[in-house]
């Protein structure tokens, strides 16, 4: 039971919906849900912290998102969409290795 929750803290279920729910709250100009995205997606990039080479890098990415809910907050829903940019990358980055990996 506890290895089903440090899945759904650490895994892909939690990057998903921390993009939706920053995605939602973008599109529906609640800086809230963009709040709670970020807060959801910093275990995953503490978890990418420690990959070789990144030094610590990932650790800045919830920080795209808090910034982009101050962007929404101010009504600049134009750089709030851009600034969800670098979380959404990362977490293609990781699912592409893992279906890579699976078809190697």
Do not use: C, N
Not at 68 to 82: G, H, K, M, Y
């Amino acid at each position: 039971m506890p290895d089903l929750f440090i899945i759904m803290l650490f895994g892909y279920p939690a990057v998903g919906l921390s993009l939706l729910l920053s995605a939602l709250g973008v599109w529906k100009k609640k800086y809230w849900l963009v709040l709670l995205g970020a807060l959801l997606f910093i275990p995953f990039s503490y978890y990418l912290s420690g990959a070789p080479g990144s030094y610590r890098l990932p650790l800045f990415l919830p920080a795209f998102q808090v910034f982009s809910a101050v962007a929404v907050r101010e009504q600049q829903t134009r750089w709030a969409w851009l600034l969800l940019i670098p979380a959404a990358l990362a977490a293609l980055y990781i699912v592409l290795l893992a279906v890579l990996y699976q078809a190697r």
